[in-house]
């Protein structure tokens, strides 16, 4: 079993910066693919960005530009720097780990953007 715990969201206004950060309660290994994922109210989960354990990335095009995801292998953290926040981008931003056939996530962090 393993736990995610988010951390890092917040309120900002339009065209700030968030760091949103995934801590893991297991070690994390290279075959592991991580992401992160938002909802919001209303809408269907979506991906944001994701990252395999050669580092190989994707990103939503909504985000194509402002986002960066990063993972840091030593200390088996995931991180999502948000930069150029518009408001279309509130939501409950949640973590994500796959192992072979398992998903794990965690309880999310509420990001809003607002004046």
């Known amino acids: 079993q393993v736990q995610l715990v988010e951390s890092g969201g917040g309120l900002v206004q339009p065209g700030g910066s968030l760091t949103l950060s995934c801590a893991t309660s297991r070690i994390i290994f290279s075959i592991d693919v991580m992401g992160w994922y938002r909802q919001a109210p209303g809408k269907q989960r979506e991906l944001v960005a994701g990252?395999?354990?050669?580092?190989?990335?994707n990103y939503a095009d909504s985000v194509k530009g402002r986002f960066t995801i990063s993972r840091d292998l030593a200390k088996d953290t995931v991180t999502l720097r948000m930069n150029s926040l518009k408001p279309e981008d509130t939501a409950n931003y949640y973590c994500?780990?796959?192992?072979?056939?398992?998903?794990?996530w965690g309880q999310g962090t509420q990001v809003t953007v607002s004046s």
């Open positions: 994500n780990l796959v192992r072979g056939s398992l998903s794990y």
């Open positions: 990252i395999t354990g050669g580092g190989r990335t």
